[in-house]
Structures are given as structure tokens and as C-alpha cells.
């Protein structure tokens, strides 16, 4: 199963539900470790990445129950390692919250850091100063090895030299249980910030701030256990918006947060999308041609980077050339060469791509190279005439919950085919 086919060209209409938000999953899945009790879980993307980190925390000796397709108990009372298996570990990105979820309930973690990246240099220096200061000594290399001094963190000061996600939700983790209390200045904002900050909270920490430039984080002697339903996906909402754009049609979204998109409903604004809001949906209605803008991806609020795939191929169909500019990432448009296969006209500078809007694209071969470029390409496949046969889908299953159902409903012509073990990819992390 690793290949789809789209057969595009025609507008979308119908309704989408989004599903629970993968980068608060993959966070507060593994804070479930921090956890001496019973977590339930509700609204969990059914996605690779949440399949694997269930698959390393039960290896740890966490009880993984799944309750129906979106809800889990995870039993986390009897955990016997704190070293999360390397081939597992590798394979995610954000394995590296296992180190400040494993070293807060345990003072230790022994986690391998994925090699290699696909958008640029990816280096973890935030999260680490934030470990060091709260009193561990940590070793860096293809594992890292974390210990707290004195078998405890201690609260801290940190200011962290840049607005990291990462690094913020991985020293949250690690203070939570740490004597004392610490402030992580400088914070990320992003809604996923506040979800992981929600749920320990809801398990009995006591965490202030979260969604503001400073979190303050008071050290409590246990959590214990509870429910929590995780937010919904603003990259996902965001992604079948973009798809509306390129594609025209009317899709109702559904099992949205309104004010997290509007960073993103603003810019489809400005380009001649329609967008009307009703509690928690989105109607997104793109019926005249577009028009051009430029982007530039910052931390939340701003436009988020994970979105700047996707918005490129709407503009790259929108009358006149915009501006694209990568605030996040070092080498985030790689996809760009796979997209001018289908003809669009993208030249890219380093972090600013030049796109020139044409009238249509025509269907091709191409591959996905990340998560995000992989949902892209599907949406320029949808907008291309004929037939375009995407590879490496892997990575869109790591974090898009059942894409092709979801695009099907709303009268996508993609199916999935299966092609032969031996041209299958490994995926990548992300
Ligand atoms: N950075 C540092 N040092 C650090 C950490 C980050 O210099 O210690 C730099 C990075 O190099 C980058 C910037 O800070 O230039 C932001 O990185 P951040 O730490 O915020 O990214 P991340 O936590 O590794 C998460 C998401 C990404 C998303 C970014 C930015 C997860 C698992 N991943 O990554 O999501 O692009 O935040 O919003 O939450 C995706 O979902 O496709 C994806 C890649």
C-alpha cells in the first residue's frame, strides 16, 4: 500500500471531520509516562506515529489498552526500563519527548535520536539546556544519555534562545515532577503547547501560562491518572482547506477550534476563499479564481510552517506570483521539484520561493518526500488534469488519519494501490 492514484481536476463538496491533533498526541502520549495511573485518552489520531510510540511504551512496560478507534487507556504504574528500544526510537522524531518524560518520573532516560532529517538541521541544544539546568548530566551522541545528579530535577530559569516546540513541551515534561519551580521564558505558543499543558494538569500538575511567552511549572509529587480528549488537528483542517483552494468547491469542516486556524483562514482569505465560521465547523467555499499573496511561516500565531507546503500549490495556481518565505525551517522546499513535474512555476532561493501562478497542472509521477510535502503533492494532484500516481505515502499515513477516506467523501477521485515490496521506502522521520 504505498502508492495513490488521483485522477484530478474537479472540485470538492461535502464534509470533513478532523481528527485529533498529531502533534499533541505524539507529545502527550509519551507524557502519559509521567503518569502513576491510568490515563484514558480520547480523540487520538489513528496514525503511524501514535501506533509506534504505543508500541515503545508498552516495550518500557506501560499497559496500552485501546478502547475504540480513538480512545486508549495507558497504564503507566509499572514501567521496568528507561531505555526506549533504539530501532523503535529512531524511527520518530519525537521520541525525544521520551527523555523529558523518563527522566522526570525516573531521574534517567537512555533515548536514540532519529539520524538524518529531511528539512534541514534539527538540533535538540534547546531541550538539553533545559535538562542541564534543572540538574542532569547528559550525554549526546546517537543515544542520549540523561541522568539527574541527585536522582531529581530541580525548577529552573530557562530562556530559551529560540522559540522552539520541542524544547518548550520537553522541559515542561521534565519539570512537572522536579522539586521546585520552573520558568521556561520564551515559550512556543502553539496550540499543542497548551494541550500537553492541559492534559498534565488534568493528571494533577500545576502548570500556569501555557499559550504565553512564559510557562510556569510547580513541581507536584505525583500525577495520578484521569481523561482527557485531545485537541483537534489544526494542520489537518488546514491541509483540506488548502485543497478546497486549489481545487475549488464547498467542503464543511468539521471538529475544528476556529481561532486556531485563523492564521491560516486569513491568508485563504486574501487569496478569494470564502470561509464562514459556525461553532466548532468551517465552511470553505473557493468559487472564482485566485488570487495571489505572500506567505511567511513564523512560530504561533503566525503562519505555521506546516502549512507552507500546502499553501505553495494553491498559490502556484493563483493569478500572479507570490512570495513564499520559510521562517521554521532551514530546507523546507524540497517538494518543489516533484511539483514542477506536474508544471507549476516555483523558483527557490534558499528559504524564498518565487511562484508564478499557472492555469492548471497536468497529472504525473511524483514522489512525497515529508509529511507535509507529501500532502501537498495530493492536493496538487487533485487540482492536476489526468492521472498523477504519488509514491512514498508512507510519510502522509505517519500523520493524516485515513486520507484517502476523508478526500473520497467529498468526491475525490484517489484510491490507494499497492506496488511492489521491493520499491517500497522506508520512511523517514519527521
Ligand atoms: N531549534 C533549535 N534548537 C532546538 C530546537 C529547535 O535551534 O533545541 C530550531 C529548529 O532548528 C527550528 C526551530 O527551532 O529552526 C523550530 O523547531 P521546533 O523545535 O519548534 O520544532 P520541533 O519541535 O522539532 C515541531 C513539529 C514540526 C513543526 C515544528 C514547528 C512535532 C513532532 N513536530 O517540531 O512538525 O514543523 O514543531 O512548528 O511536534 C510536522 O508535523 O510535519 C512537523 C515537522
Not at 522559540?163 to 515534561?173: F, K, L, Q
Not at 505555521?304 to 507570490?322: C, F, N, R, W, Y
Request: net charge negative.
Amino acid at each position: 500500500m504505498n502508492q495513490y492514484v488521483i485522477r484530478g481536476g474537479h472540485p470538492l463538496f461535502g464534509e470533513i471531520t478532523v481528527s485529533g491533533a498529531k502533534n499533541a498526541a505524539v507529545a502527550i502520549i509519551p507524557a502519559a509516562l509521567l503518569v502513576d495511573g491510568v490515563c484514558r485518552i480520547e480523540n487520538v489520531p489513528q496514525i503511524s506515529d501514535v501506533t509506534l510510540f504505543f508500541s515503545i511504551l508498552e516495550e518500557l512496560g506501560a499497559k496500552v489498552r485501546v478502547l475504540n478507534r480513538h480512545a486508549v487507556e495507558i497504564d503507566c504504574r509499572n514501567i521496568r526500563s528507561t531505555t526506549p528500544s533504539y530501532e523503535l526510537a529512531r524511527r520518530i522524531r519525537a521520541s525525544y519527548y521520551l527523555l523529558g518524560a523518563l527522566l522526570g518520573r525516573f531521574g534517567k532516560a537512555t533515548v536514540a535520536m532519529p539520524g538524518g532529517c529531511n528539512f534541514g538541521v534539527r538540533p535538540i541544544d534547546q531541550h538539553v539546556k533545559g535538562f542541564r539546568l534543572m540538574g542532569a548530566d547528559v550525554i549526546e551522541g546517537g543515544l542520549i544519555q540523561a541522568e539527574a545528579r541527585d536522582g531529581r530535577l530541580h525548577g529552573a530559569n530557562i530562556y530559551m534562545d529560540v522559540v522552539s516546540v520541542g524544547a518548550t513541551m520537553n522541559v515542561m515534561m521534565a519539570a512537572v515532577l522536579a522539586e521546585g519551580t520552573t520558568t521556561i521564558d520564551n515559550a512556543a505558543k502553539e496550540p499543542h503547547i497548551v494541550d500537553l499543558a492541559n492534559f498534565l494538569n488534568s493528571m494533577g500538575a500545576d502548570i500556569k501560562g501555557a499559550g504565553t511567552d512564559t510557562i510556569k511549572i510547580r513541581g507536584v509529587e505525583k500525577l495520578t491518572g484521569g481523561t482527557y480528549g485531545i485537541i483537534p488537528d489544526q494542520i489537518e483542517a488546514g491541509t483540506y482547506m488548502a485543497a478546497v483552494a486549489a481545487t475549488g468547491g464547498q467542503v464543511l469542516i468539521k471538529n475544528v477550534i476556529p481561532k486556531h486556524m485563523e492564521c491560516i483562514s486569513s491568508k485563504l482569505q486574501e487569496m478569494g476563499v470564502e470561509i464562514f465560521e459556525q461553532d466548532d465547523t468551517l465552511l470553505v467555499r473557493r468559487s472564482k479564481p485566485l488570487h495571489r499573496t505572500n506567505v511567511k511561516t513564523l512560530p504561533y500565531p503566525g503562519f505555521p510552517t506546516d502549512m507552507q507546503p500546502q499553501i505553495t500549490v494553491a498559490l502556484a495556481l493563483a493569478e500572479g506570483t507570490s512570495i513564499v518565505t520559510e521562517g521554521v525551517w532551514d530546507n523546507r522546499f524540497k517538494y518543489v521539484g516533484e511539483l514542477k513535474r506536474l508544471g507549476a512555476k516555483v523558483q527557490v532561493d534558499g528559504k524564498v520561493a518565487v511562484v508564478e501562478g499557472v492555469d492548471r497542472f497536468e497529472g504525473a509521477p511524483i514522489q512525497a518526500c515529508d509529511l507535509r510535502a507529501g500532502a501537498a503533492l495530493v492536493i496538487a494532484g487533485l487540482a492536476a488534469n489526468g492521472e498523477t500516481h504519488l509514491g512514498n505515502i508512507q510519510y502522509i499515513e505517519r500523520g493524516y488519519e485515513d486520507m484517502v477516506g476523508k478526500l473520497r467523501a467529498v468526491g475525490a477521485d484517489i484510491q490507494i494501490v499497492d506496488v511492489p515490496e521491493d520499491e517500497k521506502v522506508e520512511p523517514k522521520i519527521g
